[in-house]
């Protein structure tokens, strides 16, 4: 998040650490929310190099921040798709479009956001920097809970893309969806119906 303040041009950086955490980027000042426990949240399903952020929005009037993201991972099939702890980016920007503009290619053999994805499993450099090119336009990462529900803050009306991989069956599967907030509660489900294949 850059805040950007009144009374001068520099900008304030700060970097979250989790739902109850913030460091204030070249400031060596960390915010804690009071009554926090100190628990480590690691985003073990997400690709290497992804930060486990929850989505954010400034204090206020829900009316005037725009609408809340319902998020759902589910299944036809029960049992094709581990729908708890799935880590869903939430961009401001087509994921394929921020990663060609990081620097990263398609190929005969795939497309840029396939072969991000196959660079993460595969532990290549190309992972660090799609996610760096990611990060640009993450408004924050949600993970779903034990029935496959997620939920954004209020969010201001705008597209969002959601982006998310995982397997479904024994097929290594993502999807990249977009979702149009119009300043009222909104809702999108991830299945195999609109999920695109890595391999």
């Given at each position: 998040?850059v805040?950007?303040?009144?009374?001068?041009?520099?900008?304030?950086?700060?970097?979250?650490?989790?739902?109850?955490?913030?460091?204030?980027?070249?400031?060596?000042?960390?915010?804690?929310?009071?009554?926090?426990?100190?628990?480590?949240?690691?985003?073990?399903?997400?690709?290497?190099?992804?930060?486990?952020?929850?989505?954010?929005?400034?204090?206020?009037?829900?009316?005037?921040?725009?609408?809340?993201?319902?998020?759902?991972?589910?299944?036809?099939?029960?049992?094709?798709?581990?729908?708890?702890?799935?880590?869903?980016?939430?961009?401001?920007?087509?994921?394929?479009v921020?990663?060609i503009?990081?620097?990263?290619?398609?190929?005969?053999?795939?497309?840029?956001?396939?072969?991000?994805?196959?660079?993460?499993?595969?532990?290549?450099?190309?992972?660090?920097q799609?996610?760096?090119?990611?990060?640009?336009?993450?408004?924050?990462?949600?993970?779903?809970?034990?029935?496959?529900?997620?939920?954004?803050?209020?969010?201001?009306?705008?597209?969002?893309?959601?982006?998310?991989?995982?397997?479904?069956?024994?097929?290594?599967?993502m999807?990249?969806?977009?979702?149009?907030?119009?300043?009222?509660?909104?809702?999108?489900?991830?299945?195999?119906?609109?999920?695109?294949?890595?391999?």
């Amino acid at each position: 998040m850059v805040v950007v303040p009144k009374s001068t041009f520099k900008l304030m950086v700060f970097d979250f650490d989790g739902p109850n955490r913030i460091n204030w980027s070249g400031q060596d000042c960390v915010l804690v929310r009071a009554g926090a426990t100190s628990t480590g949240a690691a985003a073990t399903q997400s690709a290497p190099g992804a930060r486990e952020t929850q989505a954010t929005a400034p204090a206020g009037d829900a009316k005037q921040l725009g609408s809340v993201l319902s998020l759902s991972v589910s299944s036809k099939t029960p049992g094709s798709i581990n729908v708890s702890g799935r880590i869903l980016w939430v961009l401001s920007k087509d994921a394929q479009v921020a990663l060609i503009e990081g620097g990263l290619q398609s190929t005969p053999d795939g497309t840029v956001l396939q072969n991000w994805v196959r660079a993460c499993r595969s532990r290549l450099p190309a992972c660090q920097q799609g996610a760096k090119a990611l990060k640009i336009y993450t408004i924050g990462i949600a993970t779903t809970d034990a029935t496959g529900h997620a939920q954004s803050p209020p969010l201001p009306a705008a597209r969002y893309w959601i982006f998310c991989d995982g397997k479904v069956g024994t097929r290594h599967m993502m999807w990249n969806q977009p979702v149009d907030l119009k300043g009222g509660p909104a809702s999108l489900t991830l299945d195999e119906r609109n999920a695109m294949p890595v391999d």
